[in-house]
């Protein structure tokens, strides 16, 4: 039985003969992907991207929009997934209920309600109460707000708020946190 000799830092890391497979398996997948290119673009074969099954559960809507100035419109497809929420429950395998759903939209609209800034410029126009600036009543609704979503908050755990804020407020993926996304839903659509 040979004993393995130890490597030197200047010892390549996989040996020619590896090193050949690593590179005919890369020509292997190169291929394929190209004759499946091929095939989609003769419509031999589904497209299973753009038009697949996880599109073809999502929310889409066609329109004419004008895609530069003074050109003819052109047909679009708008998407109407707004927020990783949408996305999530949009999904051909739906990761979230209906109610968790629904939990995180209200949350989602909080969110928004409660970060949303004033303005940072003044008018020099003189303010009447009939013009309907609104300044005062937006401030209202934002402090409004964030006593909701304090309340929301204060129901989950360190860990669930953060998450719920991440998803539903930030828009960020769940990533390995689904589960506790779900949970932290269950409980705002039962308590909150």
């Given at each position: 039985m040979p004993v393995p000799q130890p490597r030197t830092p200047d010892a390549p890391r996989t040996t020619p003969d590896?090193?050949?497979r690593r590179v005919a398996a890369l020509l292997r997948a190169d291929r394929r992907a190209r004759l499946a290119a091929r095939d989609i673009a003769?419509?031999?074969?589904?497209?299973?991207?753009?038009d697949g099954p996880?599109?073809?559960?999502?929310?889409v809507?066609?329109?004419?929009?004008e895609l530069a100035p003074r050109t003819r419109p052109q047909a679009v497809r708008l998407t109407r997934d707004t927020c990783m929420l949408d996305r999530l429950f949009y999904r051909a395998n739906a990761a979230l209920t209906a109610d968790q759903h629904a939990a995180g939209l209200r949350f989602r609209a909080i969110w928004r309600r409660a970060?949303?800034?004033g303005r940072l410029v003044q008018r020099y126009t003189p303010h009447t109460g009939a013009g309907g600036g609104g300044t005062m009543e937006d401030t209202e609704a934002s402090v409004h707000a964030r006593r909701a979503?304090?309340?929301a908050l204060s129901l989950l755990t360190p860990a669930r708020a953060r998450v719920v804020c991440d998803?539903?407020?930030?828009?960020e993926a769940p990533g390995t946190r689904i589960r506790t996304l779900h949970m932290a839903l269950d409980?705002?659509?039962e308590r909150w």
């Open positions: 590896g090193e050949r003769m419509g031999l074969k589904p497209d299973m991207g753009a996880a599109a073809r559960a999502r929310g809507e066609t329109t004419r929009m970060t949303r800034g979503m304090d309340r998803v539903c407020g930030m828009d409980i705002l659509h």
